[in-house]
């Protein structure tokens, strides 16, 4: 998800382990993998077909970190030897996602998704649990964060999936439980009995 600290960590994990980091973006950006800027959801859209078979027969050069929330849908599995999902609370992405100017709706799908674990899944579907690597990211600073991605990829540390469910903080947490629970009424302290339900 956006705002969790991708981009920090991995520049600080590639010059840990001497290579080049690179976003999604800026390598679709690099092979002419941009189609166009989708203006009502603030960000770009990406030829993620494209971008794959590009990374299958041809990766770049240098490259040892990439970064972004499509890395599952353009890093072939054949081409990752780890893949780390960065996780935060929602309580901490909110008002981040204020700041950077998030519409709404982008707001709401991406606090759902986080709480939902939907970054998680998509790289296990893509990778197997094997491959991946949860980091609950709330409270800590980047620099711990790639040591500990660094202590995996040396084998000194195995990859885990932490199974974070962070629905319990949407739950206790007035404002964020209508974006995670946008479904349910915002009064739930009693269930309406039958005659009520007609």
Avoid at 12 to 35: D, F, K, M, P, Y
Avoid at 48 to 57: A, G, I, N, T, Y
Avoid at 99 to 105: F, I, L, S
Avoid at 122 to 133: F, P, Q, T
Wanted: aromatic fraction near 4%; include cysteine.
């Amino acid at each position: 998800m956006p705002a969790v600290g991708k981009k920090t960590v991995g520049a600080i994990l590639a010059q840990r382990l001497g290579c080049r980091h690179s976003t999604v973006l800026e390598l679709a950006s690099e092979t002419n993998s941009v189609l166009e800027y989708d203006e009502p959801n603030s960000e770009y859209v990406i030829d993620v077909d494209s971008m794959r078979h590009l990374l299958e027969v041809r990766p770049p050069t240098g490259i040892c970190v990439l970064s972004g929330v499509l890395v599952p849908s353009v890093l072939p599995r054949s081409r990752t030897s780890l893949a780390v999902v960065l996780r935060a609370s929602p309580e901490v992405l909110y008002p981040r996602y204020f700041e950077r100017g998030y519409p709404g709706d982008k707001i709401r799908d991406n606090l759902l998704a986080e709480a939902l674990g939907v970054a998680v899944d998509e790289a296990v579907r893509a990778y197997g649990e094997d491959l991946v690597h949860e980091v609950d990211t709330t409270g800590r600073d980047p620099a711990s964060i790639a040591s500990e991605i660094v202590d995996v990829i040396s084998g000194s540390r195995r990859p885990s999936i932490l199974r974070i469910d962070w629905l319990d903080v949407c739950e206790r947490i007035g404002h964020l439980r209508s974006i995670c629970f946008p479904e349910l009424p915002p009064d739930l302290d009693r269930c309406p009995d039958a005659a009520e339900k007609l």
